[in-house]
């Protein structure tokens, strides 16, 4: 039989039993966070369970009894917090989802406001304008207009102006031009102050990056709202006149999207009768330039893409034509032996060399180096070339048919290009060379009694510079062996990837060290010994050699 002792340790176990199941209970509730459980639970939890413990091996109901009572004592506080705290409001869940399908339509409402939707529409006509800019020659110009005109209408301006950058010369000049717009700047003292006059020389006039705010904000690429001028430094006020008294200005930069430069300015002004130009306004603006911004990147990538293509299409005719003047095949010549090497690069065409066979006592060496690039230069190089057909054949000097040459150059008024040039005749009857030369194509003489390479020519100014230049005649005869050499400055002047020239020197080392063999000979081993020097770098000029070995 069991004694009412041992009977009675059944409760104790079993409570104890009962108080780990609530405290796992109350660890799920934790973990799912389906409710708030304090610590204080599983401290008292903890007291009862070790309190039946306790008491089943140590006989007695003190101990027990005290333990009880202070975790019944823990849950008081915990419940008058529960009791008297702030009520917590419930919501079904399907009041919860009608009430938020009703407050839907109204966020919405409140964000995307009714001029917003207007200011997107005519963003959007800025971009397709620009598209259809591509296929009309005037279509930059309408773009503007249209960027202009609409902001205007759109903040109530009084007029409006664009100004675009020259990022070439530092000037921001007037694009488009709508409405009144006082000056902001000072008016030229000789202008007369009427609202024509005004307005034309407003229209057509250009502006230093500094001094003016124009110049400014177009440098400092901040947006400017300005209320009252009188209190802007920057503003100034040219008379008493009523259509030049300033009222407020918008003045906002255009940016390049993607590369942070300022393009352009888009300024905006008030006449002082009206209200001033507020933030509303700004932001439109700020609005509708960020649309401009977009359209003009469009558009001027598109201008840029073609003046690209229109200046390799002129740059590849070019370079066909300028190969075309070269001779297709060197005759043969009495007591003589010619070695060529010309390497153009592309879109510069400035050297050419001719041979001309003009009479049995005279055969003319051309070396020419034309100034600038493009057809420009080809076009000069054509007169002169034909210019020296025509001349040789007679019996002057080389010195006087190079200053007729440049005197025929300097006439002609749409040859804005000067040019480097070195005639040399040769009299193969008696070995002897007449030279002169302007500019910076050198002769040069390879000496066989000497072993030596030395400079023949003398330094003189182009051709097409001064009509009245004249240019000296150099005369010598040279022995068999001799070599005579002439180059222009895109060879000796050649780079290799460390930044450093070929130079003379190392053409002199080739011929010096090859004088036995053909002038042929000599300039292909100067060709090999210059490509492998340059190694892949790209050439920035045209590279020309004549080489002419006495026989």
């Excluded at 201008?303 to 095949?329: C, H, N, W």
Aim: with cysteine.
């Amino acid at each position: 039989m069991f004694t009412s002792d041992a009977i009675s340790y059944i409760p104790l176990f079993c409570t104890a039993a009962v108080s780990v199941l609530i405290g796992i209970l109350l660890t799920i509730i934790k973990v799912r966070r389906t409710a708030k459980v304090s610590f204080i639970a599983y401290f008292a939890l903890a007291l009862i369970i070790f309190a039946c413990v306790y008491t089943a091996s140590h006989p007695g109901m003190m101990l027990f009894s005290l333990l009880l009572l202070l975790s019944s004592l823990l849950f008081i506080p915990y419940c008058i917090m529960l009791a008297f705290g702030k009520p917590k409001e419930y919501v079904k869940a399907e009041e919860l989802t009608e009430e938020a399908e009703e407050a839907k339509p109204e966020v919405i409402v409140e964000e995307i406001q009714a001029e917003k939707i207007d200011l997107v529409e005519k963003g959007k006509a800025f971009v397709a304008l620009a598209a259809d800019s591509f296929s009309n020659k005037d279509g930059m110009q309408l773009l503007l207009d249209e960027i202009n005109k609409t902001c205007v209408e759109v903040t109530k301006a009084n007029g409006g102006a664009i100004l675009m950058v020259d990022e070439f010369e530092d000037l921001i000049t007037v694009k488009s031009f709508n409405g009144d717009f006082p000056p902001p700047y000072k008016l030229p003292d000789d202008l007369p102050h009427k609202p024509l006059r005004v307005s034309t020389s407003f229209k057509y006039a250009q502006f230093p990056l500094r001094d003016n705010i124009f110049g400014e904000v177009a440098t400092a690429g901040k947006a400017e709202l300005i209320p009252v001028p009188k209190l802007d430094d920057r503003i100034v006020e040219n008379g008493p006149e009523d259509f030049l008294k300033l009222g407020s200005y918008i003045f906002l930069p255009l940016r390049m999207p993607g590369r942070d430069v300022v393009v352009g300015v888009l300024a905006l002004s008030r006449n002082p009768d009206t209200e001033p130009f507020g933030e509303s306004e700004f932001d439109w603006a700020q609005t509708l330039s960020g649309f401009a911004e977009s359209a003009l990147k469009t558009a001027l990538n598109f201008k840029q893409y073609t003046e690209k293509q229109e200046l390799t299409k002129e740059a590849d005719i070019a370079s066909d034509l300028q190969v075309s003047l070269l001779p297709k095949k060197l005759p043969p010549l009495p007591g003589i032996n010619i070695g060529t090497y010309s390497e153009h690069t592309a879109g510069v065409c400035s050297d050419i060399y001719d041979v001309i066979t003009a009479r049995q006592d005279r055969i003319s060496f051309v070396m020419m180096d034309v100034a600038g690039k493009g057809m420009n230069s080809l076009l000069v190089m054509t007169m002169i070339r034909s210019m020296f057909r025509l001349i040789v054949n007679t019996t002057q000097s080389a010195g006087t048919i190079l200053s007729w040459a440049n005197r025929g150059i300097c006439s002609e008024p749409n040859a804005d290009h000067f040019a480097s040039v070195a005639l040399i005749n040769y009299d193969p009857t008696s070995k002897k060379f007449q030279l002169s030369t302007g500019g910076s194509v050198p002769v040069y003489r390879y000496s066989v009694a000497k072993g030596a390479v030395e400079k023949v020519s003398v330094t003189c100014e182009p051709i097409g510079i001064e009509k009245t230049t004249s240019y000296k005649d150099i005369e010598f005869t040279a022995s068999q062996g001799d070599i005579i050499i002439c180059y222009t400055d895109g060879l000796v002047e050649a780079l290799n990837a460390q930044g450093q020239q070929y130079s003379l020197a190392s053409l002199t080392n080739i011929i010096k060290a090859n004088a036995k063999l053909p002038g042929k000979d000599i300039a292909n081993l100067v060709k090999t010994d210059i490509k492998k020097f340059i190694g892949n770098e790209t050439l920035r000029d045209d590279q020309t050699l004549l080489v002419i070995k006495i026989q």
